[in-house]
Each structure stands twice: as structure tokens, then as C-alpha cells.
């Protein structure tokens, strides 16, 4: 969840008192100020991270790519003001032209922090489709395969009321728009299980999906943080195979098509949405290593939102993810047998 403005005041004030060489370190940690040379090669899964956007939306596919990453999100606006940045014509040309140069895809973009198309507080729900529409409208022109939303609130009302009005909610601001034939698809994101949250669980992922599907094209994004916070139990070894059954049997793995990597600062249950860099939090390395090399995700990207706290600490969970992908049984790595190829295909 964003910060409150008190909290963004605070911080601000504190990065003013920093003396110059604090200030030049924090401005380091865009990649494209401190990577030299040729960068890591990608690996057999597409793994990436959110990228930065300053400079031109383009710039986001440019830092991926000198992360090692091959697919990557962005955020198309500000995610934190409802009046939209413009987007020129050119920006996302350029977005086009680095992803076809490097190879780089699927991009997803997240929407909005701001958005709550099950509110109901009729001003705040009528700006959030206005806005809603305008996230789908960004993704369109700037080609994204995806684009993901958090559910939203459903305060004020039952949860079944706010699932059925985030379906309509969404198929209004679509209206018009062919998702279809640009090759859009909007994957719903579960959440950390806040009281009033929709999306808290598999079911309730899958209940909005069987909403949606006679509207738009849809799929799934899983967040491994919101997972474990939730209440699902991702790090044994018992509970991880249970926790995929149950996600399995409601959303379906074939529809996940993101994975959101984030390790997490507090415990399973605890229902705090605090992300961690992979392999330092509470769910740890094992958890990634079985999802990254688990065959019924080999069609998905996985893309780490971890803090940026130091520079290169993008660069560092991008390479832990790759670092878990057992390369001998890669999907398509020459030393998959062929027995394993024929039985994929």
C-alpha cells in the first residue's frame, strides 16, 4: 500500500538533510548511472523486475536489459495521482523498438495504487474507471501484454456486492477498447488479506476470473509475499504442494501468467504487505527455487517488486531468481533429455 502523505513529507525532509556524498549514493541506484560494460546474460525462465520509468517510459526496457532481465513491469503513470502523465507517440515507439531489440517480454504494467473500482464512494469509484480506463488505454499503446490490478476495498458494502461491481466496473471502462485484438490481458493480483481487501484468497481470485471472463480476456497474478502473509503456507516443503493444489484447483496454474518474486518482512498469517529481497525474509530461497523450476510455470514471468535500498540491489534479486533455475532441466536447454522435450510438447 503507498505511504501516507505525513510519511512522505518525513522522508523527504530527512533526504534534504543528507550531506552530498548520502545524496550522490541514493542517486546511484539507477542502474543506467553505475553499469559499465556488457550486462548479464538472461536466463532459460523470463525473470525480471519493476523498472523505473524516469527519463521516458522507453528508458524502463533499457535498465531491464542491463539488469540481465527479460521481461519486466512498469508503472505507465504516476501511481500515486490520478491526473495522468502524458504518454507521446514517441515514447512508445521507443518502448517497441528496445523490446524487439533485446528481446525483452512479456511487460506487464501495474495499475495505479489509487484505483478501487469496488468503492462506494460514487466520486472516488467514478475517477478510479475514468482512471482505469486510461491504465488500459497506456498498456494498449504501448503494446503490454499485461496489465495488473489489485481488486480493490470493498468497504461499505458485502464482499460479493464488491466482486460483482469490480466485474462491471471493468467491463465499463473497457467498453470500446478491443483487449482482445492488441493482445491485452488483465491479470487480477492477490492480496495480503487486508479485512476489507478483495482478492485475500485463491477463491476469491477465481470467483472475480469466472466474473470476468465473459468480458475481457484475464488471468491471474500471484504474489509470493501476499501468499505467504495471507495465510498460506509456501515455505515447507508439505505446504508448499498443498498451497499449489489449492491455488491449482480454484485459479488454475495455466492462468497464472505473472508471478510477483518478493520475499517477505513478516510472518505467514501476519497479512502486513511488506516486501523483502529474495532469500532474506520469511519465506526464503527454497520457496523460489520450487517455483522457478516447477514445470506447470514454465509459460509464466516472474518479476520481482523487492526494495532498491542500495545501489545494485536490483541487479542482486534479478540474479538470485536466475541464480535457482536448475539450467540442465530448463525448458529447452540442451541438456534436457529428449524423452522431457517430447513429453512438454
Known amino acids: 500500500m503507498p505511504p501516507g502523505e505525513p510519511e512522505r513529507k518525513r522522508r523527504t525532509l530527512k533526504q534534504t538533510q543528507l550531506g552530498a556524498p548520502e545524496r550522490k549514493r541514493l542517486s546511484m541506484k539507477d542502474v543506467l548511472l553505475w553499469m559499465e560494460g556488457e550486462p548479464p546474460k538472461p536466463g532459460p525462465r523470463r525473470i525480471g523486475i519493476h523498472t523505473s520509468t524516469a527519463g521516458g517510459v522507453g528508458m524502463a526496457a533499457e535498465r531491464a536489459y542491463r539488469l540481465g532481465a527479460n521481461t519486466f ?16 507517440s514517441a515514447q512508445c515507439d521507443a518502448m517497441r523498438d528496445l523490446r524487439a531489440k ?66 462491471r466496473s471493468i467491463a465499463e471502462a473497457a467498453t470500446g477498447l478491443d483487449l482482445e485484438k492488441s493482445n491485452l490481458r488483465i491479470l487480477i ?7 476489507f481487501s478483495l482478492g485475500g484468497s485463491f477463491d476469491q481470485v477465481a470467483h472475480l476470473l469466472e466474473y470476468l471472463r465473459p468480458v475481457c480476456p484475464v488471468g491471474a ?50 497479512r502486513r504487505d511488506r516486501h523483502e529481497h529474495i532469500g532474506e525474509g520469511t519465506i526464503g530461497l527454497e520457496a523460489f527455487r520450487r517455483l522457478l523450476n516447477d514445470p506447470r510455470t514454465e509459460h ?11 545501489p545494485g540491489d536490483d541487479l542482486r534479486n534479478v540474479a538470485t531468481l ?24
Open 73 to 88: 513491469q512498469i508503472f505507465s503513470s504516476s501511481p500515486r495521482q490520478w491526473r495522468p502523465q502524458a504518454l507521446p
Open 221 to 270: 497474478c500471484i504474489d509470493t509475499c501476499h501468499t505467504h502473509v495471507s495465510g498460506y503456507d509456501i515455505v515447507s516443503e508439505a505446504g508448499w504442494h498443498r498451497t499449489m493444489q489449492k491455488l491449482d484447483a480454484t485459479i488454475g496454474l495455466r492462468n497464472v501468467m505473472v508471478w510477483h518474486c518478493n520475499d517477505a518482512k513478516d510472518p505467514c498469517g501476519s
Open 300 to 310: 509464466a514471468a516472474f518479476i520481482a517488486e523487492t526494495p532498491i535500498e542500495e
Open 322 to 345: 536466475k541464480s535457482l533455475v536448475n539450467v540442465a532441466k530448463a525448458p529447452g536447454s540442451s541438456e534436457e533429455s529428449l524423452e522431457e522435450q517430447q513429453k512438454r510438447a
Open 189 to 195: 493480483e492477490n492480496t495480503a488479506g487486508a479485512e
Open 102 to 167: 533485446y528481446g525483452i517480454g512479456p511487460m506487464a504494467i501495474h495499475t495505479s495504487y489509487l484505483v478501487n473500482l469496488a468503492s462506494a464512494t460514487e466520486e472516488f469509484h467514478r475517477k478510479s474507471v475514468m482512471a482505469f480506463r486510461g491504465e488500459l488505454q497506456r498498456a494498449q499503446a504501448l503494446c503490454a501484454e499485461y496489465l495488473v490490478l489489485h481488486p480493490g476495498s470493498f468497504r461499505g458494502r458485502s464482499r460479493e456486492e464488491g466482486l460483482e461491481l469490480v466485474a
